[in-house]
């Protein structure tokens, strides 16, 4: 499936490559064993915990030199996302879905397309285009390296590099609809050599940039969660539009919504009267 809309990551790529700018690029062979043994990440990331331990080897010199070398780092949430932890989750493991389902719904403009492994080109159709790589996922914890690019009328062509954490947790309302807060904490470094020069009048710049994209993605993929909820008919019609998805995620799609419409009918029916 090529040539259809980002996630968050899209959740990120589009949540998370929407989140900062990015280029293609190919996981590096680090240099020998006493260089990587020196390497190590820190556990600690706005204020949330993570388990950088686990973070195969030979990506842990990449994570450590983008985060002590970012210019800007954000924190973004918890933001709360109307979809279920099953969608979220698949969603997040699909970005060329969730882009695909954003741009036909007419809510984003984001491109994503599978390159490999946990690896997706992604573009916000705002200026920001790149590379995602998941590099480490758990039950409630995911970490991206992320490479791309950036234009706008107020920068010009920006190459760099970002590191993103996520937290996620389910949640239900009293209606028992359930949902999914998300914190993303995110470090940007710059490839061009003049702004890095100049960094800290740039931070301002790039730290709204960052936040911006960041929150605007999560809004996006929320909205997204919200007209499933709301017109899931729609959503099952343009994914079964020409061209249409696959059939495991339309079978996907046709299942989860149905649970999520009726995980909402069973909280209705349970609400007391006022």
């Not at 390159?115 to 080109?121: A, D, E, H, I, V």
């Not at 890095?196 to 960041?214: E, F, N, R």
């Not at 079964?240 to 029916?269: H, S």
Request: aromatic letters at 8%; glycine letters at 10%; proline letters at 5%.
């Amino acid at each position: 499936m090529n040539n259809r809309a980002g996630f968050p990551w899209r959740v990120m790529v589009g949540a998370l490559v929407v989140a900062v700018g990015l280029h293609g690029a190919f996981l590096p062979r680090l240099g020998h064993t006493e260089e990587l043994k020196a390497c190590a990440l820190w556990r600690n990331h706005g204020d949330l915990t993570f388990p950088v331990e686990k973070v195969e080897y030979n990506w842990t010199c990449r994570l450590q030199e983008v985060i002590d070398g970012s210019i800007v780092s954000n924190r973004v949430g918890p933001i709360q996302v109307a979809l279920s932890e099953s969608l979220y989750r698949y969603l997040l493991d699909h970005p060329p879905l969730a882009a695909g389902l954003i741009t036909r719904l007419d809510l984003g403009l984001y491109q994503s397309e599978s390159r490999g492994p946990n690896r997706f080109w992604g573009d916000d159709g705002e200026g920001t285009k790149g590379i995602v790589q998941l590099v480490y996922q758990d039950a409630t914890s995911r970490i991206y390296y992320l490479e791309g690019s950036h234009d706008s009328r107020f920068l010009p062509h920006l190459t760099g590099t970002a590191v993103v954490f996520l937290r996620m947790s389910a949640r239900k309302d009293a209606g028992g609809a359930e949902s999914m807060d998300s914190t993303i904490v995110s470090y940007t470094n710059l490839d061009n050599r003049f702004f890095s020069g100049v960094a800290s009048l740039l931070q301002p710049l790039v730290q709204g940039i960052v936040d911006g994209k960041l929150r605007k993605a999560m809004g996006t993929v929320n909205r997204l969660g919200m007209v499933m909820r709301q017109h899931p008919q729609r959503v099952l019609s343009e994914a079964t539009a020409p061209p249409a998805f696959t059939d495991g995620d339309v079978a996907f799609l046709q299942a989860a919504i149905g649970e999520q419409r009726n995980a909402g009918d069973a909280g209705r029916r349970d609400m007391p009267l006022p």
